[in-house]
């Protein structure tokens, strides 16, 4: 395996555990976002981080921490982040207009060699491939929430990605603890989120047209299933700002409609979920 420096492209709830999980496996990683505020919040994810892996990880000792964070850099200039990566993985908005306007610029930045991936859950890596002007260096690698634990990296290419491209990121994805899902065709959703996302909607359903609360809700399921978590815990681990922009994108009128409550009930008012400590639930929660 070729891949020995990673640039993760944005340090919300996904591009920092990307970022943290890498540097522990022992790789030098760049974490770059668009300013010294980010960085500063990104840095206290990464505070955050290292006491959930203390906690969730048997065998997991202060020393590791200590590593990962001494392989882990930040950067608010592209060209600066991108000049040594062997592997870029974006984890921006899942906004595609954004994304192709971040790969455009990430080719200029980027030597030549460098594969880039993308982390997004709901688009096709298609849908991206020629604003990237390297395709056959393209494909996406998606990863679960929590992925410490929940250690699953789905990988999808477009039907350009070169084969050696697809078996190096299946090797980095293995070399950082993840399980690789090889995912054969391009598929909305890949495979986690094929699941993930109708249960989501449902549950969102439920809530927006009155039928139950978010809490009666999260109850049912973990009681009548064994489920360690509901649907809104889910939500608040994801990112209420995620789950927004994913709603806002449905045709569906109830989807709509939670997106607006979403959006004027918990995201204007600060709650964005677990990151920020409040959303549908209160964190630490007893």
């Known amino acids: 395996m070729t891949i020995k420096t990673v640039t993760v492209l ?3 709830v996904l591009g920092a555990q990307i970022a943290f999980q890498t540097a522990y496996h022992g790789f030098q990683v760049t974490a770059y976002d668009l300013g010294d505020e980010q960085i500063a919040k990104a840095k206290k994810t990464m505070d955050w981080l290292a006491a959930r892996y203390l906690a969730d990880l048997p065998g997991a000792t202060q020393a590791d921490i200590d590593t990962a964070f001494a392989n882990l850099s930040y950067a608010t200039d592209l060209t600066e982040a991108a000049k040594d990566a062997d592997l870029v993985i974006e984890a921006v908005p899942e906004a595609i207009e954004l994304k192709k306007k971040v790969y455009a610029a990430l080719n200029e930045a980027a030597p030549a060699k460098t594969i880039f991936a993308s982390n997004s859950s709901t688009l096709l890596p298609s849908a991206m491939a020629e604003a990237t002007g390297r395709p056959a260096q393209f494909t996406s690698l998606h990863f679960a929430n929590e992925i410490w634990t929940h250690n699953i990296a789905e990988i999808m290419d477009h039907p350009g990605t070169d084969p050696k491209v697809h078996a190096e990121v299946v090797a980095f994805a293995r070399a950082i603890g993840m399980e690789p899902i090889e995912v054969l065709k391009e598929q909305p959703g890949y495979v986690l989120n094929s699941l993930l996302v109708p249960f989501l909607r449902a549950a969102a359903g439920l809530f927006t047209n009155g039928i139950a609360s978010p809490a009666d809700i999260d109850k049912t399921w973990r009681i009548a299933t064994g489920a360690p978590k509901g649907p809104f815990e889910i939500y608040d681990i994801v990112g209420l700002t995620t789950a927004y922009n994913i709603s806002l994108m449905s045709q569906d009128d ?6 607006a409550r979403l959006k004027e009930d918990y995201i204007d008012k600060g709650k ?15």
């Open 254 to 259: 109830t989807q709509l409609k939670f997106a």
């Open 10 to 12: 944005g340090t919300g």
């Open 272 to 286: 964005l979920g677990v990151a920020t400590g409040e959303g549908f639930y209160k964190y630490p929660r007893d």
